[in-house]
């Protein structure tokens, strides 16, 4: 599975952005597809997670501002993000795999496939 995320951009704080990841190969709907980003200096941080099962689950920094969405006929997973703040600065970047338990969501190392990244950029 090749990934390819874009949507990133620069955007004033409480302003909103809609990141894509597009898929190419692979059986996309059989995959947990997810989303992490990682500021300057700091570790890659879990976003949210969408499970070909079709649960959600989000990190407590995400919740109540992003919202991850996927179309399995487009094969793109959507992260669409709300409110931003200065703080959300960060490459985002999009993962997929094909068998993830519940506990492992959060874990990048996890993950098999994996997004080129695209920086988001929030200016106060």
């Known amino acids: 599975v090749q990934l390819q995320a874009c949507g990133g951009g620069l955007v004033q704080a409480g302003g909103s952005l809609r990141l894509s990841c597009a898929a190419s190969g692979g059986a996309f709907s059989r995959y947990t597809v997810g989303w992490f980003r990682q500021a300057p200096g700091k570790e890659r941080e879990f976003l949210a997670a969408f499970r070909s099962t079709g649960t959600r689950h989000y990190a407590d920094s995400a919740k109540g501002r992003f919202t991850i969405s996927r179309d399995n006929a487009k094969k793109t997973v959507y992260l669409q993000m709300n409110s931003l703040r200065p703080e959300d600065t960060a490459v985002y970047y999009c993962?997929?795999?094909?068998?993830?338990?519940?506990?492992?969501?959060?874990?990048?190392?996890?993950?098999?496939?994996w997004g080129q990244g695209t920086q988001v950029t929030v200016s106060s």
């Open positions: 993962a997929a795999d094909s068998s993830l338990i519940l506990s492992s969501l959060p874990d990048e190392n996890q993950y098999d496939y």
